[in-house]
Structures are given as C-alpha cells and as structure tokens.
C-alpha cells in the first residue's frame, strides 16, 4: 500500500510481527486507534493538528492496514494486550492518552481496565460497548458463509462502505474509497475483520457479555473520560451516547450535529479543540504547555477558546 510521501507510515516490530504505525510531535504521548476494517487514517487529520504539541502515535491494529495478523484469535483482549506491547516497543514510559474511534474504543477501554497505570485519559469516539444496536452489515458477517461473501473486494462495497461512515457524502472521497478498496484485497483483511466480528457480536448484534463485564471494570476507574458522538452516525446508533452517560455519569460529553460515524474527519477542528480543551482540564500533567508566545503578548489558555460540552 502507497500513501503520499510526507505522511508515509513506518514499521515497528511487536512481538515478532511487523506493525504500521506513524510517530510526531514531541510532548505528551497520545495513542489513536481505529475501527473494525479501518486503519491509521481514519486519524490524518487529527494526528496531525495533535502532532504540534504531543508526540502523536497512530498504528494500524493487528490485520488491519498495514500490521500484519496476531498470531493468536484477534479478540478484544488480545488487542489491548497489543496496545501495550506497542507502546513498550515504542518507548513509552509514562500514561498515554487514549483515543478509540468503534472497535478503537472498545480497545481503549479493555486497556485502561486491564493496565490503568498506561493510560492518562480516555476519548471515547462513536465507541463500541454501550449498547447491542449495529448496523446490518457488520451484523451479516456473523453469517457463514455470507459473511466471507459480503467482504469480497468490490469498488461499488468499498464506495458503499465510505458512504456509510459520514453524514454529508463529500467525505467519501474516491481516494477513500480506492484505498478502502486496496486495504480490502490485503490476503488477511477479510478472515481478521471476520473473527474480530464473530468475538464482538451475532446478527442479533453487539454481545452482552462483554460489554457488561468492561463497562462494570471501566465504572471503576479514576480516569478522565471524554466520550463523544454523532449524531447522524449509521454504524453505531447515537441513542448509545445516553447509555454512555449513565453508565459513566462523570464523564464529559458531545453530541456533533450533522455528523456521521466519524467527527475526527467530518468535524476535525471542533473536535480537536474539544479534545485539547478536555485534556487541559483533566490534570496538570494531561496536556502540552501552549507555545511560547512573544514577549508582552498573553499566552493563550490551551484549546483556545472555552468548548461547550454536554455534561453527562
């Protein structure tokens, strides 16, 4: 797979396995994971408004993109496990914060529960775990063989995949849809997105089960969690944000208007500033010291102006 030269991803060995991943900035360290069949770029243009001020790692999950499978199922603890093992590969030695768009929520949110000392904060993005609605397509793949039958690259389920992610369609470019398209004909691309989706659900949808048992640990924990939605997303229905909001009730949250399955794309600047403004306020060690302003000139509070956010 090719991407444009000044954003070209490099390789990191975990475990034995070669591993995509893409490093700026210095301060903070920040982890950004994506979606089920989706990869590092889902964060671009995150990753890069982040890269000013925080030392940004985004990595393609296991199977996914550019990282080559596990060696073992790729369940939602064997992920995590993983997130770990990449930032010990990477050098990072003090708590990151996490941000999980889907699948990538989910991943953060076993992390945190598991290994609570790696991670400073939480960002929770149209996260999987609060609830059993999912859109049909991931639902069929539970069916065998139709599951195998649905994921057989085609351009016209590569653009209809795109187009299912964003509210207003602009976003589902025809460079989106060709790389969706070159991730897609990867020899392990189908047979991983099949066994993360037959671990998540049934076409009944999300499981139970492990939702309830990571919710039960992530209620626990005494770290700051930011937890947000769109709310035009078809992958992961909004009504889950409410969930989310009684499961964790000190949890800050926000609802993006006219937004679809993800605001890290379809609201990038909002977001970010949200973003930065939550890790300003989660403690004093949370966030980069804003850049050195000229002398007589104030020096700007972090993420700008003050967001507005849906308190939960």
Same mark, same amino acid.
């Given at each position: $797979?090719?991407? %444009?030269?000044?954003?070209?991803?490099?390789?990191?060995?975990?475990?034995?396995?070669?591993?995509?991943?893409?490093?700026?900035? =210095?301060?903070? %360290?920040?982890?950004?994971?994506?979606?089920?069949?989706?990869?590092?770029?889902?964060?671009? =243009?995150?990753?890069?408004?982040?890269?000013? #001020?925080?030392?940004?790692?985004?990595?393609?999950?296991?199977?996914?993109?550019?990282?080559?499978? $596990?060696?073992?199922?790729?369940?939602?603890?064997?992920?995590?496990?993983?997130?770990?093992?990449?930032?010990?590969?990477?050098?990072?030695?003090?708590?990151?914060?996490?941000?999980?768009?889907?699948?990538?929520?989910?991943? /953060? $949110?076993?992390?945190?529960?598991?290994?609570?000392?790696?991670?400073?904060?939480?960002?929770?993005?149209?996260?999987?775990?609060?609830?059993?609605?999912?859109?049909?397509?991931?639902?069929?793949?539970?069916?065998?063989?139709?599951?195998?039958?649905?994921?057989?690259?085609?351009?016209? /389920?590569?653009? #209809?995949?795109?187009?299912?992610?964003?509210?207003?369609?602009?976003? /589902?470019?025809?460079?989106?849809?060709?790389?969706?398209?070159?991730?897609?004909?990867?020899?392990?691309?189908?047979?991983? $997105?099949?066994?993360?989706?037959?671990?998540?659900?049934?076409?009944?949808?999300?499981?139970?089960?492990?939702?309830?048992?990571?919710? /039960?640990?992530?209620?626990?924990?005494?770290?700051?969690?930011?937890?947000?939605?769109?709310?035009?997303?078809?992958?992961?229905?909004?009504?889950?944000?409410?969930?989310?909001?009684?499961?964790?009730?000190?949890? #800050?949250?926000?609802?993006?208007?006219?937004?679809?399955?993800?605001?890290?794309?379809?609201?990038?600047?909002?977001?970010?500033?949200?973003?930065?403004?939550?890790?300003?306020?989660?403690?004093?060690?949370?966030?980069?010291? %804003?850049?050195?302003? %000229?002398?007589?000139?104030?020096?700007?509070?972090?993420?700008?102006?003050?967001?507005?956010?849906?308190?939960?």
């Amino acid at each position: $797979m090719t991407a %444009p030269a000044a954003r070209r991803p490099r390789h990191v060995t975990v475990d034995g396995r070669r591993v995509c991943h893409r490093v700026d900035g =210095e301060g903070p %360290p920040v982890v950004l994971l994506h979606g089920i069949g989706r990869t590092l770029r889902d964060f671009t =243009e995150l990753h890069e408004r982040l890269a000013d #001020r925080f030392r940004v790692h985004s990595v393609d999950l296991p199977g996914y993109g550019g990282s080559l499978p $596990m060696t073992r199922p790729c369940t939602l603890p064997a992920l995590a496990e993983f997130v770990g093992r990449y930032l010990d590969a990477v050098g990072v030695d003090r708590p990151a914060h996490l941000v999980g768009n889907s699948l990538g929520g989910a991943i /953060a $949110m076993r992390l945190a529960a598991s290994e609570p000392g790696r991670v400073a904060t939480l960002t929770l993005v149209n996260s999987a775990g609060f609830g059993r609605e999912v859109t049909i397509a991931l639902r069929l793949l539970a069916l065998r063989p139709l599951g195998r039958l649905l994921l057989r690259p085609r351009r016209w /389920a590569a653009r #209809r995949v795109e187009l299912s992610l964003f509210h207003d369609p602009a976003f /589902a470019t025809a460079d989106r849809v060709a790389y969706t398209l070159e991730v897609a004909r990867l020899p392990y691309a189908a047979r991983v $997105m099949l066994e993360t989706a037959h671990h998540l659900g049934t076409f009944r949808g999300i499981s139970p089960q492990w939702r309830e048992e990571l919710l /039960a640990e992530v209620e626990r924990l005494d770290i700051p969690t930011f937890v947000v939605w769109g709310d035009k997303d078809l992958i992961l229905p909004a009504t889950h944000l409410e969930a989310a909001r009684a499961r964790l009730p000190r949890a #800050r949250t926000h609802l993006f208007r006219d937004c679809g399955h993800m605001p890290q794309i379809e609201c990038a600047e909002e977001f970010h500033r949200l973003l930065v403004d939550f890790w300003s306020t989660a403690g004093p060690d949370a966030a980069a010291p %804003p850049a050195a302003a %000229p002398p007589g000139d104030p020096v700007p509070p972090v993420g700008g102006r003050p967001a507005v956010v849906e308190a939960g």
